[in-house]
């Protein structure tokens, strides 16, 4: 389901996102989606690979990077 929002941006944003849009062929609309789910997706991914590496081994790790048996 598509909602309605109205972004209140600095002029200067919304000319620089205007510019983007234009340069790859899309609506302001569908760059602003695309820039938004781009930041929203990094931060998921920075959060998992942070909780991830809370119980890492590190010596473990680079002995595989090395390519040395445990």
């Not at 620089?16 to 849009?21: C, G, K, N, P, T």
């Not at 899309?26 to 938004?36: G, K, R, T």
């Not at 809370?54 to 002995?63: L, P």
């Amino acid at each position: 389901m598509k909602e309605r929002i109205t972004p209140h941006l600095p002029a200067s944003l919304k000319a620089a996102a205007e510019d983007f849009a234009s340069k790859y062929g899309v609506s302001l609309n569908q760059f602003i989606s695309m820039a938004l789910a781009e930041k929203v997706g990094a931060h998921r991914a920075s959060n998992f690979f942070a909780e991830r590496s809370q119980d890492a081994d590190a010596e473990r790790a680079v002995r595989f990077l090395e390519g040395r048996p445990e």
